[in-house]
């Protein structure tokens, strides 16, 4: 998960998280792929930078390096 913190002005203790999706990609070192669907859930696991950061009730926005999917 691509993740560049961004500040939000009066956003109290919530942080904003840019993440990425492929529907390529695939887990270093694995052969699965990660669940992601843009319509409802996105995935990540222990290897990913920030994984203990991201909270209940932070912003991600979902980009999928051609442009913003929400």
Same mark, same amino acid.
């Given at each position: 998960?691509?993740?560049? $913190?961004?500040? /939000?002005?009066?956003?109290?203790? *919530?942080?904003?998280? &840019?993440?990425?999706? $492929? @529907?390529?990609?695939? *887990? /270093?070192? %694995?052969?699965?792929?990660?669940?992601?669907?843009?319509? @409802?859930?996105?995935?990540?696991?222990?290897?990913?930078?920030?994984? /203990?950061?991201? *909270?209940? %009730?932070? +912003? +991600? &926005? /979902?980009?999928?390096? *051609?442009?913003? &999917? %929400?």
């Amino acid at each position: 998960m691509a993740q560049s $913190k961004l500040s /939000l002005p009066d956003s109290g203790d *919530r942080q904003a998280w &840019l993440v990425m999706t $492929k @529907s390529a990609y695939r *887990r /270093l070192g %694995g052969g699965s792929k990660y669940d992601d669907n843009p319509a @409802s859930h996105y995935s990540w696991d222990s290897t990913v930078p920030n994984h /203990l950061n991201v *909270r209940a %009730g932070d +912003i +991600i &926005l /979902l980009w999928n390096e *051609r442009e913003s &999917l %929400g």
